[in-house]
Structure formats: C-alpha cells, structure tokens
C-alpha cells in the first residue's frame, strides 16, 4: 500500500485556538479517510474524500482533499476539548490498508 | 447491532503462552482486519481478510495466525507470546463493493501485556 506522511506528529493548542494535521503522499492517493480516536478509546471514521479538490465540512471540521490527489488536511476551528485525541488519516487503495502514523491533539483550558 | 465486538478487553501472558484474541461482527461485512497500536503510535496492519476462508498478510504478520471460517469471526492467535507482542489490538470490518473503499468500523481493543 502506498505509505502516508502525517504532520505533525502531535499539537498543543489553548481552547480556541484553530488546529490543522496533513497527510502527504509522494504518489497518487485513491482516496483518503479521516478517523479519530479519543485517548483510550478506538478510532472512529470521520469522513471519506474521493475527487480532486473535494471540500467536506462536519460543523467545526474542514476537510480537503489536494488537487493532484498527494494530500489532504483536517482542519478544526476554534478547538474545544472535546478535540483532544488523534486524527488518523487513511489511503484507502488496495487491500493493505494504510494508515498515517497520527497527529495528537491536545487542547488547553 | 452490536457492532464489532472483541474478548478480552484486557490479558496478561507470560512468556512463550499462547492465546487467541476473539472478534466478531454483526454487520455481515466481508472484509476485516487485525491491527496492533503500541503505545503512543498509529495502527500497524497485522492480518486481513475479504471473505470467509481467505486471509493474507499485512505489514506485521510475525508471530501470529489468523482463521476465518465464517463471515462474522475473525480470531487472532497469537503463539509463544514475546514481550515485544506488547500492545492494544484492534479488530475492524468493513462493507466492500468491488473496487470501492468504506469505512472500517472498530472494535473496543484488547490490551495485552506479555511479561
């Protein structure tokens, strides 16, 4: 599977404050996941982009997906709390699925 | 639906003990798949499945076997346990159509701990 690079590897932000990970690919991606996983908890499916440029928003989440389809970015909005965990991103090509290795989001009071 | 469910939540083996890691889903999903997350780190592909008696390696296959002989169940054996085995296991299925991608649906995780 083709191998995904997830920056950065963790982010401390104070509430409020906007948060944005990356998810790069030398290669083609075919389409691109987005999970998050609570501390403790298991990952859980947020979105999926499928064409070039596609934009998706999920109330204070932004998600694009690149025009050459190499990347895509997560984007949170005046971050709460609730935020806190670890945003995984997926290239959903082939059977051997691959995830990126994560970026931890803490968030401050 | 229960969704993907897994037992047990939590195990500690010595060394060179053998045990299998249960999962089963009630989604009639096809595919499912085994992942190990040490601390502090993403998600490393152990075994897969796309149907019932058919499974294929992933990205960190050593030291463990898989079976599946119904669409619902998927166990993970894991033989002669070693300290490195050390880590949370996720088990997740998905729906698949032909070449399209869905999205994988998680079960709560094993912990396990090899001492």
């Known amino acids: 599977g083709q191998q995904v690079m997830q920056i950065p590897q963790y982010q401390h932000v104070q509430e409020g404050e906007d948060f944005t990970t990356y998810c790069n690919s030398s290669?083609?991606?075919?389409?691109i996941q987005w999970y998050k996983q609570r501390p403790g908890g298991h990952p859980v499916f947020l979105i999926q982009l499928v064409k070039s440029g596609e934009v998706k928003k999920q109330k204070r989440l932004t998600f694009q997906f690149g025009e050459a389809k190499k990347n895509s970015s997560l984007h949170i909005t005046a971050t709460q709390t609730t935020d806190v965990g670890t945003y995984f991103c997926?290239?959903?090509?082939?059977?051997?699925?691959?995830f990126g290795a994560g970026t931890r989001l803490f968030v401050k009071a | 639906n229960a969704g993907v469910t897994q037992t047990p939540k939590f195990r500690i083996l010595k060394i060179g003990q053998s045990m299998t890691l249960q999962c089963t889903q009630d989604m009639n999903h096809n595919y499912m798949y085994w992942y190990r997350q040490d601390p502090g780190m993403g998600l490393k592909l152990i075994y897969y499945s796309v149907g019932a008696g058919i499974t294929d390696k992933g990205e960190v296959p050593n030291g463990y076997n898989v079976s599946r002989s119904t669409t619902e169940d998927f166990p993970l054996r894991l033989e002669l346990a070693a300290p490195s085995q050390t880590s949370v296991y996720f088990c997740a299925s998905s729906y698949s159509m032909g070449l399209a991608a869905y999205e994988q649906y998680f079960g709560p995780g094993t912990r396990l701990t090899v001492t």
């Open positions: 997926r290239n959903t090509g082939g059977f051997k699925t691959i």
């Open positions: 290669t083609t991606l075919s389409n």
